[in-house]
């Protein structure tokens, strides 16, 4: 089974910006896949914000849209997520996930197997 590591996660000031990404031991599980980003956060369960398959087809929860973007390097194995204008609600843990097979829309947890461990992000006022 793939493994699927987070890093990038750190602290910032609201309005700031990040990169987390993951690292996987194998990419593209299958001819067709889909790799996510969720978060957990105070607030909210494990909420998906981000998915992108393997045709760069991208989709965004509206808690993120026109903020944060998601992309891949297949030849490095690497999922990336570049998040803007931070606010402190986006403050919480980001894991990756993997599938084979479409992305859902929403991007739901239990629709994928494969989960990285998770890297902290926390955004000050």
């Known amino acids: 089974q793939a493994q699927l590591v987070e890093s990038g996660g750190g602290s910032v000031q609201a309005g700031g910006s990040l990169r987390v990404q993951c690292v996987a031991s194998e990419y593209a599980l299958s001819n067709y896949y889909c790799m996510a980003w969720f978060r957990q956060t105070r607030e909210k369960e494990r909420e998906g914000i981000a998915s992108i398959n393997e045709y760069d087809i991208t989709y965004y929860a509206d808690s993120v849209q026109g903020r944060f973007t998601i992309s891949q390097d297949i030849a490095k194995k690497t999922l990336y997520l570049q998040m803007n204008d931070l606010k402190p609600e986006d403050t919480g843990t980001y894991y990756c996930?993997?599938?084979?097979?479409?992305?859902?829309?929403?991007?739901?947890?239990?629709?994928?197997?494969?989960w990285g461990q998770g890297t902290q992000v926390t955004v000050s006022p």
């Open positions: 996930a993997a599938r084979s097979g479409q992305c859902p829309r929403p991007i739901i947890n239990d629709y994928f197997r494969t």
